[in-house]
Every structure is written in structure tokens, then in C-alpha cells.
């Protein structure tokens, strides 16, 4: 049994298509097949189903997968120990962020790519629930993300700093000039919002819920940038969070009277059990120093 095995296997699981599987690992469909059959031979038994063009798992595969991805994680964090041996001068960094917590990313990257010049850092954005859902090991070092309220305790975590919900406009728009805006008012107002999938988006859902609230969404959209620029023609109102619209100064961030904790903590979310590599370490320290948790 062979380690590109058991990464050819787990590929294969995640595209449950072998041709798929084998373009993302740059081989041969053939190749990857002949590799699976070695693995299936060895185990004498059969890892997937084959129904058309689509495999899916068997009972068995299914049953292989966890200690599969736990010697694949193995394997990585013993290279990344004797990387680490060496010093953290190069290498790759792997980061996961939320599209909110953008702001802080930009200027801990900044501190950071001036101390090491020479490592590479990967950066990939998405909602929190997708971000968390590839904490595994195999995806990102980290992830930078609000804390879902529906989240299971299986990653450790470091608090960052707090944020509360508000009623974000234009310096142009009608409202720019209220003090405080009540949850009626909020509901008439149209708005564009994060997509579902969103820490933010999550909180909003439970206000909403609370009080029977019914709002005016007239766009969502999994892009947090791409929100804040369209607030810019003064037609489009928003609700997030303080830390996402940092440095936005012809926004107006205005105060939702309610009796609820719209406040949502930012965190630093590590995978449980695997090895942290200096750089990761060293990023980290950055970012507390930022945020002034440290």
C-alpha cells in the first residue's frame, strides 16, 4: 500500500468520477484506475460501485476513507516537522477566510510577507461553512471565520475580537442620516444580503425569526466585496458586520434598535490534532498582535 494510493483513493471518493479525479491529480484516467484496482487487490476487496460514468463508494470504501485521509494528514505533518527542522524561511502557507474578515487578512499579510519574504501563501475565500467543512487536515492550515452558532466543538479555536451586526448604507442614500434605524423600518428597506451559508447571513435569519421579521431582499450574493461596491450608487442598503466594511469610509454604519446580541466574534479556527506548522504559528502571532488580543 502506497501513500499516492490512498491520495488517489480519497480523490476519487470526493469526485466520485474517475476522470474528474484524475485531471485534478494531473495523471491518467488510467493510471488512477490501475492504482485503485493495486489498492483493491491488496485489500481484497472492493472499494466503489462502478453505475455509468459516476463511482460512489462501497460499504468497504466507505468504511477505509477515515484511516485513509488520517495517513495521507500523517504523512504531511511528519514532511512538515523536518520542514520546520530547517526553519520557516520558505515554503507554503494555506489559508481559508470568510469575505468578511478580508480587512484583517490584507493587513496581517502585509506584517507578514515583510518577516517572510519567501514564503508562498495560498489564500482561499468562501462562506464559513465551507471553509470549516475542509479544516480536515488536507485543506487549509487555518481558517479565518465568524463562529456559526450551529457549529459542532471540533476545532480549536482562538478568539480574535467582536463585532456587532449594522444597517450598512452610502454617505448617498436616503437613510445615511439616521442615528439608529428600528427593525420595521429595516424590513421596508431593500436590501442586499450575503447568500445562506454565511455566518452573518445566519445571524440575520435568527433576528428575523425573533420577530416575525419579513425582509425586503432584492439580491444576495456570495461575494462580500462585490456587495459593499454596489452600495455605492446610494440605492442599496445592507446588514454586516463592523469588521467587514473596516476602511470603508463613504459607508455609513448605523446602529439596529433590538433587544437581541448581534454581536458575532471573529476566530481563528485550527483542526483538531494535526501538527501547526511555524508558519501557520507565525501568522497567528500577527494576527493577535493586530487585533490586540495579545
Not at 444576495?220 to 442598503?237: C, F, P, R, Y
Not at 454581536?263 to 494576527?287: E, H, I, V
Request: glycine content about 6%; aromatic content about 8%.
Amino acid at each position: 500500500m502506497e501513500l499516492r494510493q490512498l491520495k488517489y483513493f480519497k480523490e476519487a471518493c470526493e469526485r466520485q468520477n474517475f476522470s474528474e479525479a484524475a485531471r485534478m491529480l494531473h495523471i491518467s484516467q488510467s493510471t488512477l484506475s490501475q492504482q485503485i484496482k493495486q489498492l483493491e487487490d491488496e485489500l481484497d476487496v472492493l472499494l466503489f460501485d462502478r453505475i455509468g460514468k459516476r463511482i460512489v463508494p462501497t460499504e468497504a470504501g466507505q468504511a477505509f476513507l477515515p484511516y485513509a485521509i488520517r495517513a495521507i494528514h500523517d504523512a504531511e505533518d511528519g514532511k512538515q516537522i523536518i520542514r520546520d527542522l530547517k526553519g520557516i524561511e520558505t515554503g507554503v502557507l494555506r489559508i481559508g477566510v470568510t469575505y468578511s474578515m478580508s480587512p484583517l487578512l490584507i493587513a496581517t499579510l502585509e506584517l507578514f510577507n515583510r518577516a517572510y519574504p519567501k514564503i508562498k501563501v495560498e489564500v482561499t475565500f468562501s462562506t464559513s461553512e465551507k471553509l470549516l467543512k475542509r479544516l480536515d487536515g488536507s485543506g487549509p492550515d487555518f481558517v479565518l471565520s465568524f463562529k456559526p452558532e450551529d457549529i459542532k466543538e471540533e476545532f480549536d479555536t482562538i478568539p480574535l475580537f467582536s463585532s456587532r451586526l449594522h444597517f450598512i448604507v452610502h454617505q448617498s442614500h436616503p437613510l445615511a442620516g439616521l442615528s439608529s434605524i428600528t427593525l420595521k423600518r429595516l424590513s421596508e428597506t431593500p436590501l442586499i444580503l450575503p447568500e445562506c451559508g454565511f455566518a452573518t447571513r445566519k445571524k440575520i435569519e435568527e433576528l428575523c425569526q425573533t420577530h416575525h421579521l419579513k425582509l425586503n431582499i432584492g439580491v444576495e450574493m456570495d461575494d462580500v466585496h462585490t456587495i459593499i461596491h454596489s452600495l455605492k450608487n446610494g440605492q442599496w442598503a445592507t446588514i454586516l458586520t463592523q469588521a467587514a466594511v473596516r476602511g470603508e469610509e463613504d459607508l455609513v454604519q448605523i446602529p439596529i434598535l433590538c433587544n437581541e446580541h448581534l454581536t458575532s466574534r471573529g476566530y481563528l479556527f485550527w483542526p483538531q490534532g494535526s501538527y501547526r506548522k511555524k508558519s501557520a504559528l507565525a501568522f497567528a502571532d500577527f494576527l493577535l498582535k493586530i487585533t490586540g488580543s495579545r
